[in-house]
């Protein structure tokens, strides 16, 4: 597929719901930080620039390799961004990766793109639906700029953000308050209020954002689909895990993956739509690429193989312990429970227990006993 000539055509294939305004230019970055710390075993592979050519503390910008970019957030800083992303130049046209948790975000993505090329911007890629992922696409659109997705993309989000908007916190959140108020034991109620807490980030930024639904769908039917940028091209496909309209983004070439959170560093897989055995599946998949493949994951700094192998090995430890409570015949609630963070996870970050010791627990039982797993209503 020639993205330069076929970009133009793709705006009209269907309306696009997009915030009327957009903000201004964002003042240049002024800290040019080296490498974080996470990322200090790569710092001797040449395609990855020691110094960032943007940095705004929320997320700075790298180049990893010849035309190739990626946003790195840094949630410590600022939830602007709050995933990674990037973007991809060729001599003809350029793609970006995600819109982000805020339109502070993909401007910032926008704007340091602009600084470095003026060729025309053929797309702005979601790698799936969720809203740190989305929330910022308005920004893109307000320039003409398509987003793309999985095809089903924008029906998942049609499907739940919309509801939230309609509804207050108090309201949304008065079930998962029960679960607390009705918790038996301490750690039930812990683990309860880290659901609430995890809701209240997705509810309160999705409840103040003019929603941008992705308005190129991508047919998984038609992929791996080969996108040219001249001297650049990208190879898009789909996978199953994080959820089921995963897109990762491959410059073959230059062994660079974007992988949205199919991939992510230094914390627990958020389970909350997600397919646990599929996406351990992926993982393996990942696994079998070249040895000098770098990775962008969804959250987390730039990686290589050794960080897949991290992430499969944190998922090997949840699934080793709820198949031993299975067969032990322990109950998958009494399982839930006893889960222990072992002490080389015990920085990771959890979005919340429920969503992924929880979940990625129930449906591991569900596989395994060839009973159906309720779907997660968190709508």
Known sequence: MNLTNNFSSAVSRRKFLMGASSLGALCAASR????PALAQALTGDPRIAPQPIADKGFASIRKIGNGLYAT???RSKGLQTRS????????DAALMVEGFQTVIGSQFQLDTLRSVSQVTIGGALNTHWHFDHTLGNSVYGAQGIPIWAHADAAARMAAYYPKWQSQTLAAYLAPWQKRVDDAKTDSQREHAKSD????????????????????HPLDPAKMPMEIDLGGLTVVIETFIGHTDTD???RIPEQNVVYTGDLLTG??????????????????AKFATFDKETLFVPGHGQVMGLAGVAEMRSCFDDLAEHAEKSYKAGVPVEDAIEQYVVPDKFKNYRMFSWGFTIGRTYQQLYGEWSAKPVPVLNYS
């Open 32 to 35: 040019f930080s080296p490498l």
């Open 72 to 74: 790195i957030s840094d």
């Open 84 to 91: 990674n992303g990037g973007f991809m130049i060729g001599r």
């Open 196 to 215: 609430i807490e995890g809701l209240t980030g997705m509810f309160v930024p999705v409840s103040q954002t003019v929603l941008a639904l992705p308005n």
């Open 247 to 249: 897109l990762i983004f």
């Open 266 to 283: 230094g914390q627990y897989p958020v389970n909350i739509n997600g397919y646990p055995s599929l996406w351990r599946a992926t993982l």
